[in-house]
């Protein structure tokens, strides 16, 4: 073997003398991060020690006092107060309202009150109040008249499609003044006798409120599936839920909440806006509301204005029947829809009596109405 000649030696000479000098700064950076953490854990075990003395120099005005009063003395809980809610005009904006409670705890008063501060007219869907139940205002299906309610529940769905083209074509601008308000009693009995109960529910809850139509769902269950919302959180998402009486109390206790349990027991005002405390206006305010709201300005129909005065009536089923026949234009066309709908296969009689409504002395004024119909749209029944 030859040896490396001088240069090479020199240079691998070199080359050893900077790896020693790489090796040698890396060294060094270990040994002075290895000081420091030593440094660090001398700092932190300093502090857990001096922590420790501190706690025993604190307990030391307690020298001689028995230990069961130093931790009652410690132990005190602060609650914090609760947020109470009491505009709920502001409080439901954007959204629609399901109002839930036992018979007697002022449902219908805070539904109607509701409706005339909102503003706007107001239709009743209700199969078992009395006459003075809803008085001054448009109440569909008395008596359980299923068909009646699904008519209505027809014209409202057209007149949702029509609020929003407007919309559409000429802006927001356009739908003021034209607000209208939508009361169902007992809304989970409607979805299972209603054809249409829940494609009336979904959109209105979807696009209700964009076009000036307020629904306000009352019922004594507060059970999802009831409302034929199982499986539709998305739906369910869009209805403010308000709870009254002893459901809000079986709310708040599903809460675990025992501070708004109590606040709950106060008063009869006090209620559930979802999981918030919301208290009502006094219960003679909400009634005088309804009483001054139904005997003047919501009326059925009144922005008809060229349409004549009708006879009142205690049926007011027969009383939206002879509205449909005095006006002749968009009812016009959802009574035409319906009848091809409900009527395919029926006979003429069945038409005007299970699908029209008409029957006993009224039943020729149905047949008078078929017939109008069917020259209107050029249609024949097949």
């Known amino acids: ?46 502090e857990n020690g001096v ?74 869907y209700e199969c078992e109040g009395t006459p003075t139940d809803w008085q001054g205002l448009e109440v569909i299906g008395e008596g359980e008249n299923w068909t009646a309610i699904e008519l209505g529940m027809a014209e409202d769905l057209e007149d949702l499609s029509n609020q929003l083209k407007i ?35 979904e959109r209105h809850a979807r696009r209700g409120r964009k076009a000036k139509r307020f629904t306000v769902l009352l019922s004594q ?12 959180s998305d739906l369910a998402d869009a209805f403010y839920r308000i709870r009254l009486g002893k459901k809000a109390l079986a709310h708040a206790k599903s809460l675990k909440n025992e501070q708004l349990i109590n606040w709950l027991k106060l008063d009869q005002s006090h209620c559930l806006l979802d999981d918030q405390p919301l208290k009502l206006p006094p219960y003679r305010e909400m009634k005088a509301a309804a009483l001054r709201g139904g005997s003047t300005i919501f009326q059925p129909y009144a922005d008809n204005v060229n349409k004549p005065e009708k006879p009142a009536e205690n049926d007011l089923k027969t009383a ?12 016009d066309r959802v009574l035409w829809r319906l009848i091809v709908r409900f009527g395919e296969g029926k006979s003429d009689s069945t038409i005007v009596t299970e699908v029209l409504g008409f029957t006993g002395k009224r039943y020729s004024e149905g047949v008078a109405l078929l017939e109008r119909l069917r020259k209107q749209f050029g249609g024949t029944k097949e």
């Open 1 to 46: 073997m030859h040896l490396p000649d001088g240069k090479t030696l020199l240079r691998y000479c070199a080359w050893g003398v900077g790896r020693v000098l790489f090796s040698a700064s890396l060294f060094g950076v270990n040994i002075t991060r290895a000081t420091f953490k030593f440094g660090v854990w001398l700092c932190d075990g300093f």
């Open 221 to 232: 269950y507060d059970r999802v599936a009831a409302w034929g919302l199982e499986g539709k």
């Open 51 to 124: 922590k420790r003395l501190l706690k025993v120099y604190d307990a030391l005005p307690y020298a001689g006092t028995p230990i069961t009063q130093v931790i009652e003395a410690s132990a005190v809980v602060v609650e914090e107060p609760l947020e109470i809610i009491t505009d709920i005009i502001s409080a439901i904006e954007g959204k629609q309202v399901m109002i839930i409670g036992e018979m007697g705890t002022g449902k219908s008063t805070l539904a109607q009150y509701l409706a005339y501060t909102v503003g706007g007219r107001v239709r009743v």
């Open 167 to 201: 919309r559409t074509e000429r802006g927001d601008g356009a739908l003021a003044g034209t607000e209208r308000v939508m009361i169902a009693e007992e809304y989970p009995e409607l979805v299972s006798k209603v054809a249409s109960s829940g494609e009336w529910l």
């Open 320 to 331: 939206h029947q002879a509205d449909f026949t005095e006006n002749c234009s968009d009812n």
